[in-house]
């Protein structure tokens, strides 16, 4: 009963409507990714752990609010100075930087549809997708406006969701690989830690 009363309109109110899309980007990922964005942690999905974990964090943007038309749609990419004062109290062992954005990848639903007959903002077909990874944004970027977005980032629909942050996944790794070959070659290795050097 409840649950039909946050969730069953049309057009749901943004902070449901976040938990919903956040639902749909889980589901179209499939086996090996978890949601753990419960309560206030800083990222809402995670494939693996420690040093081989992917982080998502997922948002969106609908033409339609509850109350009407929205008038700006820009994206909040929520860059912190510091990670939450919580995190590793609550998360003892996780990895976290000092600063940053505190995830890898963002996902953002995008919602068009501006004919409140035929919105429902809870079917997955009616949404598309855009995935960025935090490499591409600049240092500290806090927002951008949607269109900007749209045109640098393809979007795509909830089925062909999986297959683009693997794409996304894929180039990611291709260009740590880069870094790594890149790096080993100014390493002078003289058979203890304390000693390697960067030149």
């Keep these: 009963m409840a649950a039909r009363v946050v969730y069953g309109d049309r057009i749901l109110n943004n902070s449901h409507r976040g938990d919903v899309v956040e639902m749909m980007v889980f589901l179209a990922l499939g086996e090996g990714w978890r949601h753990v964005g419960l309560g ?5 999905l995670q494939f693996g752990s420690e040093g081989n974990r992917i982080r998502i964090q997922v948002k969106q943007t609908a033409a339609l609010q509850l ?3 929205t008038v700006r749609r820009n994206l909040q990419f929520g860059w912190k100075p510091n990670p939450p004062s919580y995190f590793r109290r609550d998360n003892p062992g996780e990895d976290i930087e000092e600063e940053g954005w505190f995830c890898d990848l963002f996902i953002i639903g995008i919602h068009d549809e501006v004919d409140a007959s035929k919105a429902d903002q809870a079917d ?15 240092y500290g970027v ?10 640098r980032w393809q979007p795509v629909p909830w089925n062909q969701l999986k297959n683009e942050v ?15 070959r890149k790096l080993k070659g100014k390493l002078h290795w003289k058979g203890d830690i304390e000693q390697m050097r960067l030149d």
């Design 40 to 44: 206030w942690h800083p990222w809402d």
């Design 124 to 138: 997955p077909a009616q949404w598309n997708f855009v995935v960025i990874p935090v490499c591409d944004l600049e």
């Design 142 to 151: 806090k927002s951008m406006n949607l269109k900007k977005a749209a045109d």
């Design 67 to 69: 109350w009407g038309a």
């Design 166 to 180: 693997d794409k996304r996944l894929a180039a990611l790794r291709l260009q740590k690989q880069g870094e790594i």
